[in-house]
């Protein structure tokens, strides 16, 4: 079968290479998944890289997540059937053509949602929905900050903002991409080419400041999030885009008793309860089945193109992930 491999960390233009594998088979308690579509995330890029939180031991094979059908069954799988659509849930090197998954961490997809859809369910619409929803609490008419708005996981963002109520303040770089969000029903946008943060946000929020916000870029745009947090305001770090450290004014965090604190998706799915990471799947699964939830998608290559593929989802100012299919 075919792989993307690298055999070092590195420059994915440099170390990403497609190879022919032997297939894996399906264990006791396990499930072969014959894979259908993956997106390429800024997590898999740095995990090539050598730099994500979690790295795997080399020679390896990237992708956290994707979606497919069910190849073959385990001895002892009982609940699953050849030809269901499945999300494996918890498991990596998902660029291949297979995957082997225990049943257990396999889950099936409703009719509704569509290949697409399914294949991007962890990384942004889960965390996306996590941060805002469990961590956050964003309660109907309040106000949520978000950077990197323009990024799939903002775009989430809107949608889950649209079905619980909350406003958002959506911070992007260029005019060009504050006209899109518009149309998608972003309150306010903050371009930061322009506008200064904290006075926008102050304007906005009738001097009070910001009461909750969700940070992916980092540096000084992060820093100037963290001025505009109000009292007892609190920011949740979940990316670092920029790759620059975040200068924080620590007198102000005093003086305010606000609060800035990461978030990773991996943490929450080791420590959350089996039963709560059911529930939340489960009403994930029910938003992604009445469209609710839609994580645009921008492109679409085959595993050979892997290499065109990283490149287009490296471009700034994209509409949708990319994906690997086939």
Same mark, same amino acid.
């Given at each position: 079968m075919q792989s993307v491999r690298f055999q070092e960390f590195g420059s994915p233009a440099e170390v990403l290479r497609v190879e022919e594998v032997e297939k894996p088979s399906a264990g006791a308690?396990?499930?072969?998944?014959?894979?259908?579509?993956?997106?390429?995330?800024?997590?898999?890029?740095?995990?090539?890289?050598?730099?994500?939180?979690?790295?795997?031991?080399?020679? #390896?094979?990237?992708?956290?997540?994707?979606?497919?059908?069910?190849?073959?069954?385990?001895?002892?799988?009982?609940?699953?059937?050849?030809?269901?659509?499945?999300?494996?849930?918890? =498991?990596?090197?998902?660029?291949?053509?297979?995957?082997?998954?225990?049943? #257990?961490?396999?889950?099936?997809?409703?009719?509704? +949602?569509?290949?697409?859809?399914?294949?991007?369910? +962890?990384?942004?619409?889960?965390?996306?929905?996590?941060?805002?929803?469990?961590?956050?609490? =964003?309660?109907?008419?309040?106000?949520?900050?978000?950077?990197?708005?323009?990024?799939?996981?903002?775009?989430?963002?809107?949608?889950?903002?649209?079905?619980r109520g909350f406003k958002t303040i959506n911070v992007v770089r260029r005019r060009q991409q504050a006209e899109e969000l518009k149309t998608l029903g972003a309150d306010e946008v903050i371009c930061t080419d322009e506008e200064d943060i904290p006075e926008r946000v102050r304007e906005i929020t009738g001097r009070e400041g910001l009461q909750k916000a969700i940070e992916a870029v980092g540096g000084e745009t992060g820093a100037a999030v963290v001025d505009a947090l109000g009292r007892g305001g609190v920011m949740l770090v979940y990316g670092r885009l920029s790759g620059e450290p975040m200068p924080v004014d620590g007198g102000r965090m005093i003086f305010t008793s606000s609060t800035v604190r990461g978030f990773w998706l991996g943490e929450w799915m080791r420590a959350a309860p089996p039963e709560r990471q059911q529930a939340v799947t489960g009403e994930m699964l029910r938003a992604m089945a009445t469209q609710e939830i839609v994580p645009p998608v921008e492109a679409e290559y085959p595993l050979s193109e892997i290499l065109a593929a990283v490149e287009h989802s490296e471009r700034p100012g994209r509409s949708g992930k990319v994906l690997l299919v086939g």
């Open positions: 308690g396990q499930v072969l998944v014959k894979l259908r579509a993956r997106p390429i995330n800024p997590s898999d890029l740095l995990t090539v890289q050598g730099i994500y939180g979690s790295l795997p031991e080399l020679p #390896a094979t990237p992708g956290l997540e994707g979606m497919g059908e069910v190849a073959e069954l385990g001895e002892g799988v009982k609940h699953l059937r050849a030809g269901q659509r499945v999300i494996p849930l918890g =498991v990596s090197g998902t660029w291949a053509e297979y995957v082997v998954a225990p049943a #257990a961490r396999l889950i099936p997809v409703p009719d509704p +949602v569509s290949d697409q859809t399914a294949a991007q369910f +962890v990384v942004n619409p889960l965390t996306a929905w996590l941060m805002t929803v469990e961590e956050l609490a =964003v309660q109907p008419g309040e106000w949520l900050l978000q950077t990197a708005a323009g990024s799939t996981l903002g775009r989430v963002v809107l949608q889950i903002a649209k079905q």
